[in-house]
């Protein structure tokens, strides 16, 4: 539905998008995933025909993107990054307008209307003026938009940013159930994003393909950059020692306060596992019975950068990527 | 080109939410009266001529304000984008644009034709003389807006997109006037055919009214070549 071969852009000399491939079959739900400047928002300018590419190709739904970009455009719903809309209009004034565009008649024109409304939650908005609305009704009425013509294809770029948790939830909902109808594309700097909808995740960092795979292959390997933090007051070296003979865990490190060895101060010290395996309870355990009282143990996932930073050192390490 | 037309309806009707349409609504009408009211006196000629001609002087100030938001506001919002990625050439956009906001310059003139029943019940009035001076403005209009609409395209604020324009219009419209009334038998034979092509040159026979063929060619390929470059300014921003 959607390939990609080698696709770049330079502004400048700067190369911010740096000869990206993959392919996207029909109906599955693709995540882009990466930190900001990664170069998500160019590859999807891209692919929706807005910023030419510097070299490379791409075809969608088997239209060329440069080529034909004509017909890329008719097959293609895009919501671009902050959502831009005319805020004088009404949300079905909006709405009627892009329909125009696109050349729809007016009974499916309507038709439409009363279905992306329907489905977009917009039903209690339709008359109010754009600019009167919250950012999350916006972003709908941006989503709307981009489901108004039925496009094979959907490409969202950020489509979840500046909204509030229960927003995110209902828009991750929204999405999830347009795959399988629609070929979806979306960027997304939050990880358990791509976990939540995605079929399939792209991990990009610094314009390039750092790592591919399905959410669960994400995970497992989020899980193994992990480390379990424990609170306890106890002599620095020996709560040291001790942790390191629990089975499973890899590298124990004193973090506060830097191992003095007072026994009568709290300590913390961070456990890193050796692969992924939880050991919480095994620590648990080895404290109780060396009577240092615990105040706290916690599992802390890797944040984002430590999980690219891994990512990118893997793919040095080893050029293939993750599944596919 | 075939969706020019929905974009030309949105742009105009958006005018109408905009503060900036109504306040030069209102001085365009304030000073057109203060003018017809020049025409408008016993003894005079019934006609439009004082209004027609000192309307251009008006038109450089107040059409650029018209038209600095067309593009520039688009690239400052973002909302470009929406209209790029649709299936809709740049071309769409430039003429659509262009006739959106001659659209409310026609709104502009609108109320003026009050002026033309009035003059018709208090005296004879020769309505050919009206019409061609109304053609005229018209084609200043196209001119002003297709040179306010390339402006707007090349930037992102709306300020410098008008105060460049007004100087545009300034280098063709005033700048020849004021070289010709104020040494016209001073200038060489080249200054003064240069000068000639100036906007209020072409313009002053249409507020006489005289339809001069050559004029009209004037406005209108000096209209569309600005449309010309506007479509090509932004076709170059996509590469950049």
């Known amino acids: ?324 | 080109m075939n969706r020019a037309p929905t974009i030309a309806r949105r742009e105009l009707s958006s005018y109408f939410y905009s503060p900036i349409a109504y306040v030069a609504l209102t001085l365009f009408l304030a000073v057109s009266g203060f003018f017809f009211y020049q025409d408008f006196q016993p003894g005079q000629p019934a006609g439009m001529r004082t209004i027609f001609q000192y309307m251009i002087w008006l038109l450089v100030f107040i059409v650029p304000v018209l038209c600095m938001g067309l593009l520039a506001q688009e690239w400052a919002t973002g909302t470009i984008e929406t209209l790029m990625t649709a299936p809709l050439g740049e071309a769409d956009i430039v003429i659509g644009k262009f006739l959106g906001a001659l659209g409310f310059f026609v709104v502009l003139l609108l109320p003026t034709l009050v002026y033309v029943v009035l003059l018709k019940i208090f005296g004879h009035v020769d309505l050919n003389t009206i019409a061609a001076g109304y053609l005229g403005i018209l084609l200043v209009g196209s001119l002003f807006v297709s040179v306010g609409l390339f402006c707007s395209a090349l930037t992102k604020s709306q300020v410098v997109a008008a105060v460049s324009a007004i100087a545009i219009l300034f280098l063709i419209t005033v700048v020849p006037w004021l070289v010709q009334s104020q040494g016209a038998s001073t200038l060489s034979a080249r200054w003064r055919g240069i000068t000639d092509e100036g906007v209020y040159n072409q313009y002053v026979d249409f507020s006489k009214g005289t339809v001069d063929t050559g004029h009209l060619i004037f406005f209108l390929v000096l209209t569309a070549v600005f449309l010309f470059i506007t479509v090509k300014v932004l076709e170059a921003r996509r590469w950049k």
């Open chain 1, 1 to 324: 539905m959607i390939s990609v071969s080698q696709l770049s852009k330079a502004y400048g000399p700067v190369l911010a998008v740096d000869r990206i491939s993959f392919d996207v079959k029909k109906g599955q739900v693709v995540g882009f995933l990466g930190p900001n400047g990664a170069g998500k928002s160019t590859t999807l300018r891209m692919l929706t025909c807005y910023l030419p590419p510097t070299s490379g190709g791409a075809t969608i739904n088997g239209f060329d993107i440069f080529h034909q970009s004509q017909q890329v455009r008719e097959n293609l719903g895009y919501l671009p990054e902050n959502c831009p809309l005319y805020t004088e209009m009404k949300v079905t004034e909006y709405l009627d307008f892009r329909g125009r565009l696109r050349k729809m008649d007016r009974p499916t024109r309507l038709k439409r209307i009363e279905y992306v409304v329907e489905r977009c939650w917009l039903s209690g908005v339709r008359d109010r003026v754009i600019g009167h609305l919250s950012k999350g009704y916006r972003q709908r009425v941006g989503l709307a938009d981009a489901l108004l013509h039925n496009p094979a294809v959907l490409i969202l770029d950020e489509p979840t940013v500046g909204l509030d948790p229960a927003q995110i939830i209902e828009t991750r909902k929204l999405i999830k159930g347009l795959g399988g109808d629609h070929t979806l594309i979306l960027s997304t700097h939050i990880l358990p994003e791509v976990e939540a909808v995605c079929d399939r995740a792209i991990v990009i960092a610094g314009g390039r393909i750092v790592a591919q795979g399905s959410p669960e292959e994400l995970r497992a390997s989020r899980r193994m950059q992990a480390r379990v933090l424990i609170e306890c007051k106890g002599p620095g070296e020996q709560v040291k020692n001790a942790l390191q003979r629990v089975s499973g865990v890899g590298k124990v490190e004193i973090i506060s306060p830097n191992g003095d060895g007072q026994a009568d101060k709290y300590i913390t010290a961070a456990v890193r596992p050796k692969e992924s395996y939880d050991v919480r309870e095994e620590v648990a355990r080895t404290i109780q019975q060396n009577g240092w009282p615990l105040r706290e143990i916690r599992l802390e996932h890797a944040t984002l950068e430590e999980f690219f930073v891994q990512v990118t050192a893997n793919q040095a390490a080893a050029p293939t990527g993750g599944a596919q």
